[in-house]
């Protein structure tokens, strides 16, 4: 088993997204990565801990 991050490449099309969007400045297409270091940061801590119980 292993644990792994993707890059978001879905985008939320929704109105609230499209708002979201225009207010964070980023061009059509362009994914919020605003949360993507939290994420990395968590995997990392998993996979530590995986190991620690898997040793």
């Known amino acids: 088993m292993s ?3 993707e890059f ?3 985008n939320d099309l929704s109105l609230a997204g499209e708002i979201k ?3 964070d400045d980023r ?3 362009v994914p919020d ?3 993507h270091l ?3 940061q968590l ?3 998993l996979t530590q801990i995986r ?3 898997s040793a």
């Open 3 to 5: 644990l792994g991050i």
């Open 38 to 40: 939290q994420y990395v």
């Open 8 to 10: 978001p490449l879905d």
């Open 21 to 23: 969007r225009k207010e």
């Open 33 to 35: 990565i605003s949360n």
């Open 43 to 45: 995997q990392k801590t």
């Open 51 to 53: 190991a620690y119980h």
């Open 27 to 29: 061009p059509f297409g």
